[in-house]
């Protein structure tokens, strides 16, 4: 089960934390992988670590470094992959960092320089998958795509100290969606994992103490433990798998269902509403008891 014996993957974001277990993932699963980190020295002596850890167990793997935001970095990444393994079969986007604060408070710059990181590293690497995997189809050869995104939970609940993180977590799910539904019909899978594991992102701050790693017994919050789900739907057995979203932590997967539609209302008078018939008619909805959706996100127990 499993087997990507010969395929390639592109891991972005891939030195540290969850970028890292995956990758390796991949590897022992048999993928050739490029592992893709920003080129400062502490990231960069990180990839080659993971590079030596694939190697060390019989895998393959390389380290390409630049801004996966960047557009001319970007196509580098690709450039090289193609040079150095001669295909691009699955994709995994997973690089980004956080800058919180509310939104009273929060500078342009943290707004901008979180969505680029997040949103648009995912927007330029996906454009370079989809579009080889897209050529590749059109002129008859044989193609394997598997792209995978990686948003937050913070998408669902709105986190109210994460209006730049959160903002661009739903952006890649819609991305990744909108990518789904035109990829399907060259046998492209796209889907979405929602993460709960202790990373840089989380090592600092209030989530500090959430994330801790137990003394003793399972560590729920351990990147490795999310890696399984991104190596199984990498893999030929998920091929019809595509158009989802998974929240993935210790020992559990959550198929998250699509937004539906609730209930509706027609103007009892027809035509334009007015206030007092909005009213009426909301009311009993939205009675004086109805409570706010607020933040949903639960720790679960250790």
Not at 38 to 65: Q, T
Not at 199 to 225: C, H, L, R, Y
């Amino acid at each position: 089960m499993g087997d990507l014996s010969g395929k390639v993957a592109i891991v972005t974001g891939a030195g540290r934390g969850l970028g890292r277990e995956e990758a390796i993932q991949l590897a022992r699963q048999g993928a050739r992988v490029v592992i893709n980190d920003i080129g400062i020295p502490a990231a960069k002596e990180a990839a080659e670590e993971a590079v030596a850890e694939i190697k060390g167990f019989g895998g393959e793997a390389i380290a390409v470094y630049g801004d996966c935001a960047d557009t001319n970095d970007a196509q580098n990444l690709f450039k090289t992959t193609l040079e150095k393994f001669g295909d691009l079969n699955i994709m995994v986007n997973n690089a980004g960092f956080c800058r919180d604060k509310t939104i009273f408070t929060m500078s342009d710059e943290e707004f901008d320089s979180v969505v680029r990181v997040h949103l648009r590293g995912h927007f330029v690497n996906m454009r370079n998958a989809t579009a080889y995997w897209r050529e590749k189809a059109k002129a008859g050869g044989p193609v394997y795509g598997r792209l995978i995104s990686t948003s937050s939970e913070a998408m669902l609940f709105g986190s109210a100290g994460q209006p730049n993180y959160a903002a661009a977590k739903a952006g890649i799910t819609a991305m990744t969606m909108g990518a789904a539904q035109l990829m399907i019909k060259y046998g492209i899978t796209c889907n979405v994992i929602m993460p709960r594991a202790r990373t840089d992102m989380t090592n600092q701050g209030a989530t500090a103490a959430m994330f801790a790693k137990p003394e003793e017994g399972f560590d729920v919050f351990s990147p490795a433990n999310v890696a399984p789900l991104v190596g199984y739907l990498a893999s030929p057995e998920a091929g019809h798998i595509s158009g989802e979203v998974f929240i993935v932590w210790g020992p559990r997967v959550t198929v998250v269902q699509r937004p539906t539609i609730d209930t509706h209302y027609d103007n009892p008078k027809g035509g334009k509403w007015d206030v007092a018939d909005l009213h009426q008619s909301l009311s009993g909805y939205f009675t004086k008891d109805h409570t706010p959706v607020l933040d949903g996100f639960s720790v679960p127990p250790q």
